[in-house]
């Protein structure tokens, strides 16, 4: 089961900053936080993912709290592409999860 | 870019037929995921491999269903006799990982959409 918990739907519009919540109460020290979105009949697509301190890319920044219960993927200006259905995923190192375990995921509609 | 690629896309088929769905990983990838898709279950693992041999397959059906890499770049998914519950989204995804494990990205396949009727 996922140990992820996130909103089923959020609202966005466009060019606007979007803040998509992630609980994870129960992570351990070997979790890595990962997000993956899929976008309408396209397969998933990796974001990004960290650790600890928070990270960029080209795609989204990735905010982590201190005590990792919880993180926040962050898209700095939501287009009409960014409408996904958004996944928050742990997945243990030294991967002896391989597989993603995804949950219901939060559905993401941009407003143009 | 490279991309894992996955035919066919789409299948009709009815009720008792074998289906083979193929999969291409990305070149240089050492592992390669099975997952299917329902609106019922949402996204789920059917098989997992690394360095082309099974490593959980516990997924799986597995009085009708079997999943092999004959090779480094082909991996099959066969159904057989396939139901009208096995209508779903197939979808195959590559990754590289090492013994040492830091858990990497993975890249999935467009998918192969099934219909069993």
């Known amino acids: 089961d996922a140990k992820t918990t996130q909103p089923n739907s959020m609202e966005s519009n466009e060019e606007e900053p979007v803040h998509l919540p992630c609980n994870h109460s129960t992570i351990s020290g070997t979790d890595y936080i990962h997000w993956y979105r899929q976008l309408p009949s396209q397969g998933p697509e990796y974001v990004i993912h960290g650790l600890t301190s928070n990270v960029n890319n080209r795609m989204a920044s990735l905010a982590i709290a201190e005590d990792r219960k919880s993180s926040t993927l962050i898209l700095h200006r939501a287009t009409l592409r960014d409408a996904a259905v958004y996944y928050c995923?742990?997945?243990?190192?030294?991967?002896?999860?391989?597989?993603?375990?995804f949950g219901k995921g939060t559905k993401l509609s941009v407003k143009p | 870019d490279a991309r894992v690629t996955q035919t066919p896309r789409d299948k009709v088929t009815e009720m008792g037929q074998e289906v083979t769905m193929r999969c291409q990983p990305i070149l240089g990838h050492n592992t390669v995921f099975w997952y299917r898709q329902t609106m019922m279950q949402g996204l789920e693992l059917l098989a997992y491999f690394r360095n082309r041999a099974p490593l959980d397959d516990s997924g799986m059906p597995k009085d009708r269903f079997s999943a092999e890499m004959p090779d480094a770049t082909l991996a099959t998914l066969k159904i057989q006799p396939s139901e009208p519950r096995d209508s779903a989204v197939y979808f195959c995804?590559?990754?590289?990982?090492?013994?040492?494990?830091?858990?990497?990205?993975?890249?999935f396949g467009p998918g192969t959409r099934l219909t069993v009727t």
């Open positions: 995923i742990l997945r243990d190192a030294p991967g002896r999860q391989g597989n993603l375990i």
């Open positions: 995804a590559s990754g590289l990982e090492s013994n040492s494990g830091l858990p990497r990205e993975q890249y």
